[in-house]
């Protein structure tokens, strides 16, 4: 028989983990911190993605007395060329690891136990970082709170694919047959408070999933630049809602050179900031 725990609560999602009768718990928790590290955009369980799958890594380091250190100095500092035996045996679609600067030395060493001890493929927390709504605030006259039905009244648009290309050049595939809203839609709706002629030269927009990722668009890029007829906060692909892979509601840069590292899965919130006086 089954007992449930809640544990802490993150980005007001509530997290559990499940105990078998035996005292072994799933490892939602380190999956948790792995996605929120940002180590699960390269990384499954038994899935050949841009890094090795973990259980090949376990598997390699099975035996070795300082496989948990070796691991933690390549969480945080990366592998460099010694990273490259992964991609030779076909376990990698990129040469090495870089360093990953949001981990701490105590999460990647809770990341390194947990690789170490992976035997098949690692659960799906996707669930965990669905979201229902967004929150638009800052220096708005109006703060928002969007849900899927509230996106639906702004003008609509689409776009038939966007090939998705990582920090790194690594192909990630391609979303297709997009159906949203213009970022700058909904920003001309919150109004952005510009008191000074130049003030909107000053202001930065910060898009945060809820996983924790963030990334961010100069007010001339979306409003005074192509990129801005490109920046398409979505809701369905292919006909259909997001998945919970996505959440409910994303954001993509379709006009990026590289889309990768502007696409957001599990949008939560966009916050506009003036950056400097």
């Not at 590290?37 to 993605?49: I, P």
């Not at 990366?78 to 679609?93: F, S």
């Not at 038939?160 to 290309?165: A, K, S």
Request: glycine share 10%.
């Amino acid at each position: 028989m089954q007992a449930m725990k809640i544990i802490k609560a993150i980005y007001g999602v509530v997290f559990v983990l499940a105990f078998s009768g035996t005292g072994t718990a799933f490892a939602d928790g380190e999956a948790v911190l792995a996605q929120k590290s940002g180590c699960l955009a390269c990384h499954r369980g038994v899935e050949t993605r841009n890094g090795p799958p973990y259980k090949a890594v376990a598997e390699k380091y099975a035996g070795q007395k300082n496989a948990e250190n070796i691991l933690v100095k390549h969480i945080l500092k990366g592998t460099g060329p010694a990273g490259q035996g992964w991609m030779q045996a076909g376990m990698a679609t990129l040469p090495f690891m870089p360093p990953n600067g949001n981990v701490t030395p105590k999460n990647a060493r809770k990341l390194a136990k947990w690789v170490l001890a992976t035997t098949g493929e690692i659960p799906d927390v996707s669930r965990l970082f669905v979201t229902e709504s967004i929150r638009i605030s800052g220096v708005v006259e109006n703060k928002l709170t969007l849900s899927v039905s509230d996106l639906r009244k702004f003008p609509p648009q689409q776009v038939g694919e966007v090939p998705v290309i990582c920090q790194s050049g690594a192909d990630k595939g391609k979303l297709e047959n997009l159906k949203g809203v213009l970022l700058k839609d909904i920003l001309e709706k919150a109004a952005i408070v510009t008191k000074g002629h130049n003030d909107v030269k000053k202001m930065a927009i910060i898009a945060t999933a809820s996983d924790g990722y963030k990334v961010v668009f100069s007010w001339s890029e979306v409003f005074n630049s192509p990129i801005g007829e490109g920046v398409m906060v979505y809701f369905e692909k292919n006909g259909m809602p997001l998945g919970d892979d996505e959440g409910r509601i994303a954001m993509v840069s379709s006009k990026d050179i590289r889309t990768g590292p502007r696409h957001v899965k599990w949008l939560e919130a966009i916050e506009v900031r003036k950056i400097v006086e």
